[in-house]
């Protein structure tokens, strides 16, 4: 099976725009999580979904929103965009609805200018 | 609040010699816990997950609820079990999973 894939894999912006990344689950997975990773905070939880419901939101600004798709596809949008919010972001998906293992994607790299 | 914690950013060892990378956790619940690694160049894959109590490459950690700690240990460590490693917590219901800040293992010849 083909791995999560996410799409772009580089983004530069600037400062007030905004931005939408991708995430494409494994086959046949339904629970989609995004991560932020930082070199200061490490990897911190943003969302997940599960059946195209937000399941869960992690600490962030409501800057940062998300959605899922019935094909489980994700996507995660940042509005406004601030310097602090450079940093790779990861998707991973997982099989069951409940905890279980994640495979994640190869990141996006946001760089804000 | 919830929260997993590995104490050392860095640990260098020697080949063969044993390792063990530390994690401790806060939760009320009842925790589902996992070891992720991250190889040079690859992307965060799974180490192994407790329930499963599995040993993959070698790699054991046994979850002390009293202890509220999830240590990762190998007896011989190998060149190539250099990487990140992090622990991670998913809360009852699997909604959510909190990584800790991971730390770098690196096995000197």
């Known amino acids: 099976k083909a791995g999560v894939t996410q799409t772009p894999r580089y983004l530069i912006k600037t400062r007030g725009q905004q931005v939408t990344l991708s995430c494409s689950p494994i086959s046949g997975h339904r629970s989609v999580s995004w991560y932020q990773q930082t070199p200061g905070q490490g990897l911190q939880f943003l969302f997940e979904?599960?059946?195209?419901?937000?399941?869960n939101k992690g600490n962030f600004p409501g800057r940062f929103s998300g959605r899922q798709f019935s094909n489980s596809r994700s996507e995660m949008n940042v509005s406004t965009l601030e310097l602090g919010d450079s940093a790779l972001y990861l998707c991973?998906?997982?099989?069951?609805?409940?905890?279980?293992?994640?495979?994640f994607g190869p990141g996006t790299r946001l760089t804000v200018l | 609040a919830q929260r997993v914690t590995q104490p050392e950013k860095l640990l260098s060892v020697f080949k063969g010699a044993p390792v063990e990378l530390k994690c401790n956790y806060s939760y009320s619940g009842s925790p589902e816990l996992f070891w992720y690694v991250q190889y040079s160049r690859q992307r965060l894959q799974l180490l192994l997950r407790?329930?499963s109590r599995e040993s993959i490459k070698g790699f054991t950690a046994d979850l002390n609820k009293g202890e509220t700690s999830f240590h990762l240990k190998k007896p011989f460590a190998q060149e190539e079990d250099s990487a990140m490693y992090y622990c991670?917590?998913?809360?009852?219901?699997?909604?959510?999973?909190?990584f800790g800040a991971g730390t770098r293992l690196f096995v000197k010849a």
């Open positions: 407790h329930i």
């Open positions: 991670a917590l998913t809360q009852t219901g699997g909604f959510k999973t909190i």
């Open positions: 991973a998906s997982s099989l069951t609805s409940g905890p279980d293992t994640q495979y």
């Open positions: 979904y599960f059946s195209e419901t937000q399941r």
